[in-house]
């Protein structure tokens, strides 16, 4: 047996309404998501049992589930009953750091066909993993990123499974020795592999407009009202190829990232070369938003680690 499935955890799941031995989980060979990527995805992260951004990642996920014509399976406070359910079941030394809660709902069982049949019951999967914090060490040096051509299909807005063009993309910079993956369609930011891509010159975050060419992560609406508190000019827009590579500082944002600041993009230096100012001001207050939200959710749900 393969080293990788031997290690296959024993955590508990959520499996279509039961709780189960993640390495015991069974899904039918002809469920679409299996079939053909045709389900929806959320990773929502937690720190020290306190869910983070709930309520947008929720959102999302309504309006993923919208464009493929799926109907939300459960409410939003099943899926929190879920989560809290799974997290009490980790480990203490777990719940006491970063974990990340994964959603998936696909469109259910059916013979191998690409029309949509009408009528399926969904497939309901929740698991709950380790989230590995980016190292000090790592943020104070920053990170280095290549570029390549955004070759995804049209409708990156969508949190699909059908993540093969993002796979092939990251695979991009592990094999370069690279953080992440920066995406251009044509001369146009996009975002990376797996993460959306914040331009700052002269004071002011620049992210691209959310459209079909991008994954909104749930960080475009915490890194505005982060600007706002902090006063820093924000906008969305398009940005060229040209404008990244000229930026005083480049940021990465990501449920796992948080922030996290690019020093050099292929061959060339982003800024000074070191994690710049914006990038301090806004990882700092970023932190202070996860506290904020874990003393919301102690007031709000009575929920300690």
Known sequence: MHPILDALPDSLCYLDGTYTPLRDAKVSVLDRGFIFGDGVYEVVPAYEGHLFCFDEHMARLERSLAELKIVNPLPAARWRAIATRLMAAAPAAERAGAQALYIQVTRGVAPRDHAMPPGLTPTVFAMLNPMKPVPHAVRAEGVTCVSAADFRWQKAHIKST?????VLARQISVEAGAAET????????SEASSSNVWVVKDGAVIGPP????????IRYGLIERLCAEAGIPFALRRIAREEVFAADELLLSSASKEILPVVRLDATTIG???PGPLYQTLYAA?????EEAKANSIQDHGVTA
């Not at 059908?162 to 993002?166: F, K, P, T, V, Y």
């Not at 959310?210 to 992560?217: I, M, Q, S, W, Y």
């Not at 970023?286 to 996860?290: E, G, I, N, S, V």
């Open 162 to 166: 059908s993540l093969l063009g993002a």
């Open 182 to 189: 920066i995406l251009f369609r044509g001369d146009w930011l």
């Open 210 to 217: 959310k459209d079909e060419r991008v994954l909104a992560g």
């Open 272 to 274: 000074t070369g070191r």
């Open 286 to 290: 970023y932190q202070h938003a996860k």
